[in-house]
Nanobody, 117 residues
Framework: VQLVESGGGLVQPGGSLRLSCAAS????????MRWYRQAPGKGRELVATIASTGGSTDYGDSVKGRFTISRDNAKNTVYLQMNSLKPEDTAVYYC???????????WGQGTQVTISA
């Protein structure tokens, strides 16, 4: 099982980034997917969630209206489009796969996002 994040980097405030998380080794379309983030010295924060079919999404209050989660089940990939980035969005971003039935879950290794002028 693998979840491999990509797309992180250094961006100026107000800029955009698109994170990707490529999944393999499990039935991706059966899992809800989430993006979490962890800033230095802080706990892990839930950023966004998308249902297994992509039919519903949810966002943390700090990113609502700026971030969009999506998925392509044909490509086994989940995305996080991040717009209007702020310095407080600086964190390591992780993707997470969850299937409640049987409670199977997997974490990616994370990708660093840094927002700085």
């Amino acid at each position: 099982v693998q979840l491999v994040e990509s797309g992180g980097g250094l961006v100026q405030p107000g800029g955009s980034l698109r994170l990707s998380c490529a999944a393999s080794g499990f039935t991706f379309s059966s899992y809800s997917m989430r993006w979490y983030r962890q800033a230095p010295g802080k706990g892990r924060e839930l950023v966004a969630t998308i249902a297994s079919t992509g039919g519903s999404t949810d966002y943390g209050d700090s990113v609502k209206g700026r971030f969009t989660i999506s998925r392509d089940n044909a490509k086994n990939t989940v995305y996080l489009q991040m717009n209007s980035l702020k310095p407080e969005d600086t964190a390591v971003y992780y993707c997470y796969a969850l299937r409640v039935a049987g409670w199977n879950d997997y974490w990616g290794q994370g990708t660093q996002v840094t927002i700085s002028a």
